[in-house]
Nanobody, 128 residues
Framework: QVQVVESGGGLVQAGGSLRLSCAAS????????MGWFRQTPGNEREFVAA????????YYADSVKGRFTISRDNAKNTGYLQMNSLKPGDTAVYYC?????????????????????WGQGTQVTVSS
């Protein structure tokens, strides 16, 4: 059974940085594109970033472009989300997820329905 585990969340002041990690097991990591999404209470889960299977292509939501960087280490079965210049509006539960569907940055890349395997999420809180 596929297991996806996020870590690295926490409380940080505005302007600070956090690095989230996403580990996956029982999954051929390099065969899956990876996405990060976030969710706040009462709202839909929203797209943050995604990276292709080999890591050559990365896509970002406009709200995080230039501040967040997605990456992956296929040898370690682990993905990352480096978050810099954090703002209170970034406060959310962050989820990573995987899809065997190739991604090219369009609407398919940015919708939760594309992704099959999800973690339980990690809380990120940014104080002002």
């Amino acid at each position: 059974q596929v297991q996806v585990v996020e870590s690295g969340g926490g409380l940080v002041q505005a302007g600070g940085s956090l690095r989230l990690s996403c580990a996956a097991s029982e999954l051929t990591f390099s065969n899956y594109a990876m996405g990060w999404f976030r969710q706040t209470p009462g709202n839909e889960r929203e797209f943050v970033a995604a990276i292709s299977r080999g890591g050559a292509r990365a896509y970002y939501a406009d709200s995080v472009k230039g501040r967040f960087t997605i990456s992956r280490d296929n040898a370690k079965n682990t993905g990352y989300l480096q978050m810099n210049s954090l703002k209170p509006g970034d406060t959310a539960v962050y989820y990573c997820a995987f899809t065997p569907t190739p991604i090219f940055g369009g609407s398919t890349t940015r919708t939760t329905r594309t992704y099959d395997n999800w973690g339980q999420g990690t809380q990120v809180t940014v104080s002002s």
